[in-house]
């Protein structure tokens, strides 16, 4: 077992009556057709695509996912020998179909066949899931993963980064800071993590700071940086602090052009009711004279 925590100190039982589709109704077989919704089945094609359109796109989505997930599960189940990388592919197909708690569930059964080790790429996959499931029981289950990585001596930069981005939509701030401070590799992914974070849930002040700590601690800023500090500058009308990450940008060959910080700085100068500097910016990288 190599020292590994105890399967009920890692992730609790999911709750079956918390499924918005249950496995059992998702996996067809040769005995019985997948049904799907609105009563067709398999063969029969998404129901409703011919009438209003909101309705069918929603249809249709439901109906692609239970596919995808249909014939991900069959393929998953053929393999007899299931290592650490297909259990990982497993649950990142299911986080891509945002099939959010199936893919909790795939990891807990991941455990049961106790294969190891459960390396970063499981933890990053199920952070994800767990950041969908809502605040409340996303966050109990997220706690639950962030203690199990720390059992594990889970450190990794791109583990870390993940929890935090989980904390974050949750809505706990202060959590994802926590693992930010106890990082030891603190590169600019994390800071740019950290300070999307805060800007994005309002917390202005603590970004514009963050921003500050990471320029002292010499971290080289990119265009992640640049696009989420300048909604800071927006809120707070900070504009010699805009005009200050305008000259740095102009002095960086190449960073005007791209999309995000563009449109980060015409916000930026618009909302500061400099809208004659915003609207130059706009025809510069929208290529009008």
Not at 35 to 60: E, H, I, T, V
Not at 89 to 103: F, G, H, N, P, T
Not at 197 to 217: K, P, T, W
Request: hydrophobic letters at 35%.
């Amino acid at each position: 077992m190599g020292g590994r925590p105890p399967l009920q100190n890692a992730i609790e039982p999911f709750p079956r009556s918390h499924f918005h589709l249950h496995p059992n109704d998702c996996v067809g077989s040769s005995t019985r057709p997948l049904r799907l919704p609105g009563g067709s089945d398999g063969g029969g094609g998404p129901p409703g695509l011919g009438n209003r359109g909101a309705d069918s796109c929603g249809r249709c989505e439901i109906w692609v996912r239970i596919f995808f997930y249909d014939y991900a599960r069959n393929v998953f189940d053929r393999i007899t020998e299931r290592d650490q990388v297909s259990w990982n592919s497993y649950i990142d197909a299911l986080c891509r179909i945002e099939m959010w708690e199936q893919a909790l569930e795939a990891f807990r059964a991941m455990q049961m066949e106790d294969t190891e080790p459960l390396s970063s790429f499981t933890l990053v996959s199920v952070a994800l899931a767990c950041s969908n499931l809502g605040v409340i029981h996303g966050f109990r289950l997220g706690k639950q993963l962030h203690g199990y990585s720390l059992r594990m001596g889970d450190q990794k930069t791109f583990t870390n980064n993940a929890l935090m981005a989980m904390y974050a939509k949750l809505g706990r701030i202060d959590d994802s800071r926590a693992v930010f401070e106890s990082s030891l590799d603190r590169d600019i992914v994390l800071w740019n993590t950290m300070i999307s974070s805060f800007s994005q849930s309002d917390r202005f002040s603590e970004a514009l700071d963050f921003f500050r700590f990471m320029v002292l601690e010499g971290v080289e800023i990119d265009s992640v940086t640049i696009a989420s500090v300048l909604p800071t500058c927006s809120h707070l009308e900070r504009l010699d602090f805009g005009k200050e990450i305008h000259a740095y940008v102009l002095r960086n060959n190449g960073m005007i052009e791209n999309s995000f910080v563009g449109r980060a700085l015409v916000d930026m100068y618009c909302n500061c009711r400099y809208v004659e500097s915003g609207r130059r910016i706009f025809y510069r990288i929208s290529g009008r004279p």
